[in-house]
């Protein structure tokens, strides 16, 4: 197969591609509840008679960090499908977002894993007549939710890459399982995904994001630094009182987080490497006059590695158990989003740098370079590399009206085209049946 020719050939699906993003970023949906989403994405790919798995398939149910109550999850059932989505279909995933497609190509080869993302941000809108989205109808139809981070793209990327990769499939070798995840905002989805097993015969694995301060035109292929964290909401209880007449028979609560977080604070050295920890929010107390009886912490720690991030994470949950304890107040924990640490390896680079030498729209190369934050696709990394697989993470370079997370973002669209040539491409340089 002359592969050059099939990368010049998908620029038919331009149009289709942009339309379907652009149809996702109307129908946002924030992470466990992308019914609407997780409905077309499997409608499509059964439409191509590509089969899927989905849901609980998918899906580690003691690693559903952060997840809605059952009457949050209705809601959104019931808007998905009043939004158009296919009822049978939303019936089918039994209360539970996420799909993977699978494509057996026949010959015998390794096993390659494709993670995409496809949950929103809880960000409203900017509704601005100038913006491209207002303008051309298709801003968020959902109030409050935003894709603001471009998994709108990399939904829709991952699909378009998905029809390519199986109608050449007789081509390629081994099996190739797109992922399609949920929940990544808040690094809550991944997890649930890697404990389900679905990875552990995984061989090779790719990720990457749109952007991510990369313009358009540029790639970079190894993405390394990874931060391992742990996002924990605490909630301290104590005993009200009266504040004036009686403030010694209360447990003071906000006293307690309030030590507590300053204890925390200095739980961040470490000689082994970075790391990091932050209380974002503080709430608490009923009145001015009277003794807190309750107050509730939202905090996260990160660590280089996980073995640095499980220390900051030991010493933060010591500190909080101690300044309760030291206030007469109880304390208790609860993890809403988890992620390891990882690196790319090197070992896919020169595949990834072959594949982008077929694409001219990619203007520079950028080998390898480092990320100073956290992403859940970290979690699928290391499962994958754990018994000796080799995963890769890129930033394809993206141009952004605004940035990540911000009510008016927005991606060009030329990028979707670029990610979907390029994916096909490095594939063919992995799983290719060269002549």
Request: charged share 20%.
């Amino acid at each position: 197969m002359d592969i050059t020719s099939y990368l010049n050939s998908l620029e038919d699906c331009r149009e289709a591609l942009i339309r379907f993003r652009r149809d996702l970023h109307r129908h946002p949906e924030p992470g466990w509840k992308e019914f609407y989403t997780t409905a077309r994405l499997i409608a499509a790919l059964k439409d191509h008679g590509i089969p899927a798995k989905y849901g609980k398939e998918i899906l580690h149910r003691d690693y559903l960090w952060g997840y809605p109550p059952q009457k949050e999850l209705d809601v959104c059932m019931e808007r998905a499908v009043s939004q158009g989505a296919d009822a049978g279909i939303i019936k089918e995933m039994d209360g539970f977002t996420g799909a993977m497609a699978v494509i057996e190509t026949g010959n015998p080869g390794p096993v390659t894993a494709l993670r995409f993302d496809i949950d929103c941000n809880d960000v409203g809108e900017d509704m601005d007549p100038c913006r491209l989205p207002v303008k051309n109808g298709f801003s968020s139809e959902n109030c409050g939710c935003m894709h603001a981070s471009g998994h709108d793209g990399h939904a829709s990327l991952g699909l378009f890459v998905c029809l390519a990769l199986n109608a050449i499939r007789k081509d390629l070798s081994g099996v190739i399982k797109v992922i399609f995840q949920p929940a990544e905002e808040g690094v809550r989805g991944a997890q649930s995904i890697a404990e389900s097993g679905i990875l552990d015969d995984v061989d090779w694995f790719l990720s990457g994001h749109l952007g991510m301060g990369w313009k358009t035109g540029e790639l970079l292929a190894l993405t390394n630094g990874f931060l391992s964290t742990t996002k924990i909401d605490a909630v301290i209880t104590g005993l009200s009182s009266h504040a004036g007449a009686s403030p010694q028979d209360g447990h003071n609560a906000i006293l307690a987080a309030c030590s507590a977080t300053l204890a925390m604070h200095t739980a961040c050295q470490d000689s082994r490497g970075a790391a990091r920890l932050n209380v974002g929010t503080i709430s608490g107390g009923t009145g001015r006059n009277v003794v807190a009886d309750r107050a509730v912490l939202q905090l996260e720690t990160r660590g280089e590695t996980t073995e640095i991030e499980r220390t900051v994470f030991g010493r933060a949950m010591s500190s909080l158990k101690g300044a309760a304890e030291m206030f007469g107040c109880t304390v208790d924990t609860k993890i809403m989003g988890s992620a390891s640490g990882a690196d790319s390896d090197d070992a896919l680079e020169p595949f990834i740098k072959a594949g982008a030498s077929r694409i001219p729209e990619i203007t520079r190369y950028v080998p390898s370079g480092g990320f100073t934050g956290s992403e859940d696709a970290a979690y699928l990394m290391s499962r994958v590399q754990a018994h000796g697989g080799k995963a890769a993470y890129m930033c394809i370079g993206c141009d952004i009206a605004a940035p990540h997370h911000n009510a008016r973002f927005d991606i060009d669209e030329n990028a979707l085209m670029t990610g979907l040539k390029l994916y096909v491409s490095v594939l063919w340089e992995l799983l290719g049946q060269k002549q």
